[in-house]
């Protein structure tokens, strides 16, 4: 049985640094032997299909396969459409009321619990709020990601030790949902 995944790359063609052309990593996904695969804008993402593995060991596959490639590590995220359809399905916070800008969310390489997050001072955030799923925390910040100081707090290296995680905007939640739901 084949499923169809999205591949999340953490910090590539950010600032200049890690430059991975979507391309090249098209290319690198169908040399794996992987099927229907696609990018989503420059910024990491990418869909595909895989008769075979789970998240884990393709994650694991495409990190070490864009390393020796590139010359470069690159923390990777892979979810099926599944977990993707139900994070964007579990939100917290009124997706249809707010503007993409507004909502992100941050996917995390294993569960992860509120005692993580126990040393943020939620109420001097408000109205910046976040909330936690399955692997995931949904961040509601106002006034976008690049002015949240909330945001900036949950990147702390503290809070997020032995952890990859990657944060996206609500039209990639919704268009990788989209995009592996073929």
Same mark, same amino acid.
């Given at each position: 049985?084949?499923?169809?995944?999205?591949? /999340?790359?953490?910090?590539?063609?950010?600032?200049?640094?890690?430059? /991975?052309?979507?391309?090249?990593?098209?290319?690198?996904?169908?040399? /794996?032997?992987?099927? *229907?695969?696609?990018?989503? /804008?420059? *910024?990491?993402?990418?869909?595909?299909? *895989?008769?075979?593995?789970?998240?884990?060991?393709?994650?694991? !596959?495409? #990190?070490?396969?864009?390393?020796?490639?590139?010359?470069?590590?690159?923390?990777?995220?892979?979810?099926?459409?599944?977990?993707?359809?139900?994070? #964007?399905?579990?939100?917290?916070?009124? *997706? &249809?009321?707010?503007?993409?800008?507004?909502?992100?969310?941050?996917?995390?390489?294993?569960?992860?619990? !509120?005692?993580?997050? #126990?040393?943020?001072?939620?109420?001097?955030?408000?109205? !910046?709020?976040?909330?936690?799923?399955?692997? &995931?925390?949904?961040?509601?910040?106002?006034?976008?990601?690049?002015?949240?100081?909330?945001?900036?707090?949950?990147?702390?290296?503290?809070?997020?030790?032995?952890?990859? #995680?990657?944060?996206?905007?609500?039209?990639?939640?919704?268009?990788?949902?989209?995009?592996?739901? &073929?």
């Amino acid at each position: 049985m084949t499923t169809r995944y999205a591949a /999340l790359l953490r910090g590539i063609n950010v600032g200049g640094a890690k430059k /991975l052309p979507m391309a090249d990593l098209r290319a690198l996904l169908e040399e /794996l032997g992987y099927g *229907s695969v696609r990018t989503h /804008l420059q *910024s990491g993402q990418a869909v595909f299909a *895989s008769g075979h593995g789970d998240e884990e060991t393709l994650a694991a !596959e495409l #990190a070490q396969a864009i390393e020796k490639r590139f010359g470069f590590p690159v923390d990777v995220i892979v979810r099926d459409h599944a977990y993707l359809r139900t994070v #964007a399905e579990a939100c917290p916070f009124p *997706s &249809a009321e707010l503007e993409p800008k507004q909502l992100h969310v941050t996917y995390f390489s294993a569960p992860v619990d !509120e005692q993580r997050f #126990a040393s943020i001072d939620r109420p001097a955030f408000l109205p !910046e709020e976040f909330r936690l799923g399955d692997r &995931a925390l949904y961040l509601y910040a106002p006034d976008g990601l690049g002015r949240s100081k909330l945001a900036e707090a949950l990147a702390r290296p503290r809070v997020n030790k032995g952890l990859i #995680a990657t944060t996206r905007n609500w039209n990639t939640v919704t268009k990788l949902v989209e995009l592996t739901g &073929a």
